[in-house]
């Protein structure tokens, strides 16, 4: 009997050691496009930091605000802004740190075509609300021209879940279609009015596929890793821009940054900026109790901001422009 | 009829020579598990009911019949008509492909067969009743799908498209396609529960029926199917239950759409996808609304479930095992 209470003990100060080699635990919890680089973070930081070790779970933007606010983790992230009314709902105000940027692009599944096609903000539109129904019409030929489109039906694909992905994709056409503002609006799900539902990035990249003659949108980094083939989106300068690190973050340095970083940078400005990007941020509360996890997240931010941007566009992610950067440095002394 | 307490317990004993007796404690025991089941399923409900509140509140009884599902916050309107729909097309789909399969398959396994083929071939379909559905899910996106937008699809169409059930467009996916996974889903339940029914026919009434000058098959028509009709029943009503509450292998097929079709060969959504989908990143008045279609599910299943009972009730004669 004694034996099996020394073994006993034994094991349990074996899981105590291992615990207490990383005695700061930060719990995360939010968006999925960024998992990646996070992770990436989060390991590269704990290496320097090995007291300090930061879980991530991607369990989706909406999911991330939503234990934000109810306080079971430490810091949230997000695709998207958080809204007045959502930071109303917080007991301990939120600060928006932009992490890095990302794109939604128009993937397709055109037999025969092998250059990127061109599209429009009012195409776009009309092909995601049933009203361009033929890949030849005379729209989108307008704008093809030289390019044998074919006689086909279009089938429109879409994401079946709420998605981060979806936000910036239906805001982007509620800016480019009062049609779309005032039928669907923005949302990260909306009813939609044609096409079948993919669950997930790489559902709706399956049925693209899978579906002759069909169209869907996925995350520039999804396309970019599983090689699919993406539309060129005309920007608000009248440019036909291929999503890209570089056009994605020229997207974010044509708009003005707002002092709290909440900012859609859709449509933005400037030559060669890609018109569908968007920043995704990271959710820090702006009073944080415990010393330990302060200074934790504190070193983590200005370690992001510094180092951790170089390493961004080798995994696709296009980094922050360096303005946003410097401003984001001031933010962090917001943290009390 | 006698009831058990009366027969085990000719006496009223001391409580501590009960107790020792472990009649008392295997009574006590059970009738705990036994009202576990009721509180569950009560306490089920009553959560169900509590979360959708808000849209029931909201809402009222055109939920039922609503045709639009916008989650968008500036509109927030919820029907569950598409999905109700949905589940109840793609579940009938499946009972008409699988109920005369499953039945077909178990009368040979039970009467016809040779043992040892029927021995293989009853532990195959066990086999298949344990596949987990993402599996038949996918195996469906990758052979199903593109056969339907190919071929069945189109066949359907040229001969059976003057009805409104099979009109382009043709995509491959939809609540066919969702029908007829469901229904290889659906049917290793009906095969292995109606073949237990029919081998558990007392051998003396084959018998009797062959002594009597029938052939095999009468046999098995007139004397053997009856005798067994409770059990297939209950299969049947089993393979339902799998086919209204599937989630995964539904939504990867059947095209997720929110809008009503007449046409089987169009999309459509069921109450479980839709839930599966949206409930991780749902609004505050979408949450609820998805909690209430889980409730109206939960209602669905009980009054198929309560119609069977009522159905084995009104039918059930004299010469079938009874319950």
């Not at chain 1, 009309?126 to 019409?137: P, S, V």
Request: hydrophobic fraction near 50%; include cysteine.
């Amino acid at each position: 009997m004694t034996k099996f209470v020394v073994i006993g003990l034994a094991v349990i100060s074996a899981f105590a050691g291992t615990a207490s080699a990383a005695d700061l635990l930060i719990n995360g919890a939010g968006a999925t496009f960024p998992e990646p680089i996070y992770q990436e973070w989060f390991s590269q930081f704990k290496a320097a930091n090995p007291s300090v070790q930061i879980n991530y779970q991607a369990i989706g933007s909406g999911a991330g605000i939503k234990q934000l606010t109810e306080g079971t983790v430490d810091f949230g992230a997000s695709d998207k802004f958080m809204s007045d009314e959502q930071l109303g709902k917080l007991k301990v105000k939120a600060l928006h740190f932009p992490t890095v940027l990302g794109a939604v692009v128009l993937t397709y599944n055109l037999p025969g075509i092998n250059t990127p096609i061109n599209l429009t903000g009012p195409v776009i539109a009309g092909i995601f609300l049933g009203d361009i129904k033929m890949w030849n019409d005379a729209k989108i030929a307008a704008v093809n021209k030289g390019v044998a489109l074919p006689a086909k039906p279009i089938i429109v694909v879409h994401r079946s879940d709420g998605s981060g992905t979806s936000f910036v994709f239906t805001e982007y056409l509620s800016k480019v279609s009062a049609d779309w503002k005032s039928k669907v609006g923005t949302n990260d799900a909306v009813n939609w009015p044609v096409g079948m539902g993919g669950k997930g990035t790489a559902g709706v990249a399956g049925l693209v596929k899978q579906n002759p003659y069909s169209i869907g949108y996925v995350e520039l980094l999804y396309a970019k890793q599983n090689k699919l083939g993406y539309a060129k989106v005309e920007n608000s300068s009248k440019q036909f821009i291929e999503a890209s690190v570089e056009s994605v973050t020229a997207a974010a340095a044509g708009v003005k940054m707002t002092d709290d970083f909440r900012v859609s940078i859709t449509n933005g400005s400037g030559k060669a900026a890609y018109p569908i990007s968007t920043y995704t941020w990271l959710l820090i509360p702006s009073k944080i109790e415990d010393a330990g996890k302060k200074k934790a997240l504190v070193d983590f931010l200005t370690w992001m901001l510094k180092t951790g941007q170089k390493g961004a566009s080798a995994k696709d992610y296009a980094p922050l422009p360096a303005s946003v950067v410097a401003s984001e440095l001031k933010q962090i002394a917001l943290i009390k | 009829m006698a009831s058990p307490a009366a027969v085990t317990q000719p006496r009223k004993k001391a409580l501590s020579e009960r107790l020792r007796g472990g009649d008392m404690v295997a009574y006590l025991l059970t009738i705990f598990f036994a009202t576990l089941i009721l509180l569950v399923t009560v306490y089920i409900v009553y959560e169900l009911w509590m979360y959708s509140l808000p849209t029931l509140k909201k809402f009222g009884f055109s939920f039922i019949g609503g045709q639009i599902w916008d989650p968008n916050p500036d509109k927030n309107v919820y029907g569950a008509l598409p999905f109700i729909y949905g589940t109840l097309v793609t579940s009938i789909v499946a009972l008409l492909i699988s109920v005369p399969l499953g039945v077909g398959a178990a009368i040979y396994l039970s009467e016809l067969a040779e043992q040892k083929l029927s021995n293989i071939l009853t532990f195959l379909v066990e086999l298949l009743a344990a596949v987990p559905s993402v599996i038949y899910g996918l195996l469906a996106i990758f052979t199903l799908v593109p056969l339907m937008r190919d071929y069945i699809g189109p066949f359907l169409e040229k001969f059976l498209g003057w009805t409104p059930f099979f009109q382009s467009p043709i995509y491959g996916t939809g609540y066919l396609t969702a029908g007829l996974v469901l229904a290889v889903m659906t049917f290793p339940f009906i095969i292995s529960v109606s073949r237990e029914a029919l081998m558990a026919v007392p051998r003396e009434q084959r018998e009797a029926a062959l002594a009597l000058g029938a052939t095999q098959w009468e046999s098995t028509y007139q004397i053997v199917l009856p005798y067994a009709k409770l059990g297939i029943i209950g299969s049947v009503f089993l393979g339902l239950a799998r086919a209204l509450g599937e989630t995964m292998a539904v939504t990867m097929v059947i095209g997720n759409d929110t809008h009503i079709h007449a046409s089987l060969l169009n999309q459509g959504y069921t109450i479980a996808a839709l839930v599966a989908n949206e409930f991780n990143e749902a609004g505050d008045v979408q949450g609820p609304a998805l909690v209430e279609l889980c409730l109206v599910l939960f209602v669905m299943t009980m009054l198929i479930n309560a119609g069977a009972r009522l159905m084995i009730t009104l039918t059930t004669s004299k010469g079938s095992a009874r319950a």
